[in-house]
């Protein structure tokens, strides 16, 4: 900040040149001192972002085994995380009949904070082999550069042929099931792997990494689409 | 949550009933296991906003004799206060003609945050003695009480005969100048002290808290309605 702020002129009521002058000088002197001030406030505030940042690494640290624990009990339970992600208000609205099928294919997900969180995050998608794609972990991954400027990147989904969700097909291709989607571009989750235009506020990655990631159980079991239970769902009082 | 979880029917191959209940049996267990394993992370989760709490009510009190001495210094400027709301296009947006000369009496503001910071915060308003209201000091402050319902509530301004900014001016009042406002709701900053409509988001308490009180003095410079000094504002390259 310039420390030759300029002082507004008081209004006062003494037009003597002189009083006016030191006045001002007054002024200026407590103006610089406010902005010393206000640079050991900064200072502070820093100060205290990194102890923060540092807590936040202590138990990211910390919830690591339990991710992990996590992450092998849910392996046990087939289709866990597209039920999580069908029972999701906004990513079910992403998904299409065809997304709905390839996603009963994923076994794994995973979200990665980098160490210094700042940076940045990662989200894995673990697929069994399937009639889609050859990938068997799609990632889509968010930085932060030392400037704050975001950026994403992902993997390429190698597409089995004719298998391609994010292709138009507008002609059948050959052996394939003819799709009833309307011409113009086409949609599908898979989409959001080529989208690196909102880098910086991916709200599908936000969704996954603050909703979803910190507690995908309550997603699993809020299964209001469960269409084989009928009225077995048990006590409603 | 429920441990008594319904498991979503695996789309097994098997139609045996044993194998199946045996199935289900195991995902049931899972489901369980991951409930307690989610129970870890959320007191891993609380553990970490405690520290994090204990972070920031530290670096509250460090900051505080900076506030203290940062008071002190503007003090010695006249119309400090008044300068850096002016200055601050959401505050001046809220200003009108008898707002801005009832400022000028401003002498003093203060932001306090209570001791646990999550409980809420007290705005003070200092005045010099002045036309319009008898108070020397106007507090508004903000409560979460402990279920996080919020709540506000401010000093009854008592103001001095026929100068209450608040009420309707239809009929001049005696002696006093007549303005020029129209009919219907009177539209005044002090308004605000009367409105715990949205205690929970008070914008305006807001904007004071986090935007203006960090650094008022960057407000206070900032004087493009300056009017008295014109061209002589000093290199603009
Ligand atoms: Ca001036
Ligand atoms: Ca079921
Ligand atoms: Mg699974
Ligand atoms: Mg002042």
Chains 1, 2 share one sequence.
Not at 169 to 191: A, I, L, M, V, Y
Request: with cysteine.
């Amino acid at each position: 900040m310039a420390t030759q702020a300029k002082v507004p002129k008081a209004e006062g009521k003494n037009n003597h040149d002189n009083v006016d002058e030191q006045a001002d000088k007054e002024q200026q002197e407590a103006i610089e001192q406010i902005d010393e001030v206000q640079n050991e406030i900064d200072r502070l505030n820093e100060q205290a972002s990194e102890e923060i940042l540092k807590v936040e690494q202590k138990f990211n640290k910390s919830r690591q085994p339990f991710f992990q624990k996590r992450s092998e009990l849910i392996a046990k339970i087939p289709n866990f995380w597209f039920t999580a992600f069908v029972n999701h208000p906004q990513i079910s609205a992403l998904l299409t009949e065809d997304d709905e099928e390839t996603l009963q294919y994923l076994t794994k997900v995973e979200v990665q904070e980098f160490e210094d969180i700042k940076s940045g995050y990662k989200i894995n998608f673990n697929f069994d082999s399937n009639p889609y794609f050859e990938n068997e972990v799609i990632s889509k991954e968010f930085h932060l550069n030392d400037t704050g400027e975001p950026s994403s990147k992902s993997t390429t989904i190698k597409w089995k042929p004719g298998k391609d969700l994010t292709v138009k097909s507008s002609t059948p291709s050959k052996g394939g099931r003819k799709r009833n989607h309307d011409e113009g571009e086409q949609e599908t989750f898979f989409n959001w792997f080529c989208d690196h235009a909102d880098a910086g506020a991916d709200e599908l990655g936000e969704v996954i990494k603050d909703d979803i990631w910190p507690n995908p159980l309550q997603y699993y079991l809020a299964s209001e689409i469960d269409e084989d239970t009928g009225g077995d769902l048990g006590e409603e009082d």
